[in-house]
């Protein structure tokens, strides 16, 4: 597990570069509830992620972090992940972490923290980005503070244009289609990216040594973004899953007492219990699949998922097949509006 590879991490040459950044996750880890989440779940967050934002707008303030400390992990080279990281960084030199992982620290209301990213390697071993993205779903939520845009305002730009260069930078995703400037402007302004609390030292380091901090353009800026391109998306998608009430289900898996013991009387640090997410979509898959009626005389086809906000929740109906396969097939894609 990335959670025992960190603990393991405290007082290593890394710790030490970001002068014990790996410490402080290893602290916060400890007093985490931690989950390991299973390929399946990933594969359906990165579908969320890629849906609406005025849908998930809607959806997340009904959504809570379960604890004060979070923490969640899930390989990152499974076969989905790494095809998509192949195509997205064809030119890239690092292959696909090993595993991947996050610690959300959450306030009281549990809807307003900080994300911070780690991953491993087979070869590189253990690494961690010091940008944390800082989040606010709660409804009516103000603008979370963003060096990105501290900058932009800092150079004389006026909110007029902000707005225009928030809305020109979604254009052409698919999850913009239906969504409002008013839903993007929103969408961008409840997360912001700044120094993580478990690299504070770090930085208070490199600004006593340089006068400042890298900001947005500089060569540090591009890497650590690149570094966690699209994840902040996948983690507030796993958090709209956790929160559906017909997706998901948690199988508790402890720490092996008896492999801690002989770890103990090794030297070792003792393997930490973690709690197994799945997602359960089979049955009601078939269900809605075999429907009769209208719904089953027509020709097979695609559905996208989406969201069904109701009184009792939030509830996430995933991409499924519906139709009769004999009436033919509907074979087609979805065309983003100019």
Not at 237 to 249: A, G, P
Request: proline share 6%; glycine share 8%; charged share 25%.
């Amino acid at each position: 597990m990335l959670a025992d590879e960190i603990l393991a991490a405290a007082n290593s040459p890394a710790d030490r570069i970001y002068m014990g950044a790996l410490s402080a996750l290893g602290i916060a880890i400890r007093q985490a509830k931690r989950f390991d989440l299973t390929p399946g779940i990933i594969v359906t967050a990165n579908t969320i992620s890629a849906s609406s934002f005025a849908a998930q707008l809607r959806a997340l303030p009904l959504c809570r972090f379960p604890f004060e400390f979070t923490w969640m992990e899930w390989p990152g080279a499974d076969p989905v992940y790494d095809d998509a990281y192949r195509v997205d960084n064809a030119t890239a030199a690092a292959p696909a972490p090993h595993r991947m992982g996050v610690l959300i620290h959450a306030d009281e209301s549990r809807q307003k923290g900080s994300m911070t990213f780690a991953w491993s390697h087979r070869r590189d071993g253990i690494n961690a980005c010091p940008l944390a993205c800082f989040f606010d779903w709660r409804a009516e939520a103000p603008e979370v503070d963003d060096v990105s845009r501290s900058f932009f305002r800092q150079s004389g730009r006026s909110e007029d244009e902000l707005r225009q260069q928030i809305v020109a930078q979604s254009q052409g995703l698919p999850q913009v289609k239906g969504s409002s400037e008013a839903d993007l402007v929103d969408e961008r302004s409840r997360f912001g990216f700044n120094i993580s609390p478990a690299f504070k030292f770090w930085a208070e380091a490199l600004v006593r040594r340089h006068g400042a901090l890298p900001g947005p353009g500089s060569p540090e800026w591009q890497m650590w973004t690149s570094d966690i391109r699209g994840e902040p998306g996948v983690a507030r998608s796993i958090l709209l899953l956790l929160n559906s009430k017909n997706l998901t289900h948690s199988e508790e898996s402890p720490a092996p007492e008896r492999l801690n013991r002989q770890r103990t009387k090794a030297g070792k640090l003792p393997l930490l219990g973690h709690t197994k997410i799945r997602i359960k979509l089979s049955r009601a898959l078939q269900r809605r699949a075999g429907e009769e009626g209208q719904r089953g005389a027509a020709r097979l086809h695609a559905v996208r998922g989406h969201f069904k906000i109701r009184a009792s929740g939030v509830y996430w109906w995933s991409d499924f097949m519906r139709g009769d396969p004999a009436r033919g097939a509907v074979h087609g894609t979805y065309k983003i509006d100019d």
